[in-house]
């Protein structure tokens, strides 16, 4: 299985604020990697689809970048709605594998 | 716009079966998607169990895959999951989802999900 591997953990910041959140991949998984966005008690919400493609409604605030191993989510401003959860996920192989998540807090 | 809807009994004995079902509406389940399960243990992360296409091809979690069976019902616009030999690890959030592909070999996002369904596995 392909593991994935979230950092930071968790992270504290204020509304307006750059955030970016680090994935890495066991090995490569070309540009296979996705981005969702979870709330308490929600189901997630797919933010960016193979590395760099927003998905439809998602404000141009969020982007992603990264290819092979290597994959960053960034807010570019960060806004109230978007303290969550966010977690990437690896779309090269079965089984999917999803990292452990990072949580963004308010600081 | 798609909606999935979860659906099936809370409890479980344990050694026992859990068994839910996702109605898929306002999409044809015959459409071009793999049908998904994704299960998320109380404060813990996302497990990707299995999922199956219209044509009834389906890939599963190594990790559970002697105990897990996804089927669909195209007359009725669903699909299911049953678990077997169930023990309270197995309790979670339940959701299932659609996940769109390249139509060849690789899959894209999940873009759309059920809100999830608790399962809990206990006598």
């Known amino acids: 299985d392909i593991q994935m591997t979230q950092s930071p953990s968790s992270l504290s910041a204020s509304v307006g604020d750059r955030v970016t959140v680090t994935c890495r991949a066991s090995?490569?998984?070309?540009?296979?990697l996705n981005w969702y966005q979870q709330k308490p008690g929600k189901a997630p919400k797919l933010l960016i689809y193979?590395?760099?493609n927003l998905q439809d409604g998602v404000p141009s605030r969020f982007s992603g970048s990264g290819s092979g191993t290597d994959f960053t989510l960034t807010i570019s401003s960060l806004q109230p709605e978007d303290f969550a959860t966010y977690y990437c996920q690896q779309s090269y192989s079965t089984p999917l594998t999803f990292g452990q998540g990072t949580k963004v807090e308010i600081k | 716009q798609v909606q999935l809807q979860e659906s099936g009994p809370g409890l479980v004995k344990p050694s026992g079966t859990l068994s839910l079902t996702c109605t898929v509406s306002d999409e044809s389940i015959s459409s071009a998607y793999w049908w998904t399960w994704v299960r998320q243990p109380p404060g813990k992360g996302l497990e990707w169990i299995g999922d199956i296409y219209y044509s009834g091809n389906t890939n599963y979690n190594p990790s559970l895959k002697s105990r897990v069976s996804i089927s669909i019902d195209r007359s009725k616009n669903q699909f299911s999951l049953k678990v077997n030999s169930v023990t309270a690890a197995d309790t979670a959030v339940y959701h299932c989802a659609r996940a769109f592909w390249d139509g060849y070999k690789y899959y894209y996002g999940m873009d759309a999900w059920g809100q999830g369904t608790t399962v809990t596995v206990s006598s």
């Open positions: 090995q490569s998984i070309s540009s296979y």
């Open positions: 193979v590395a760099s």
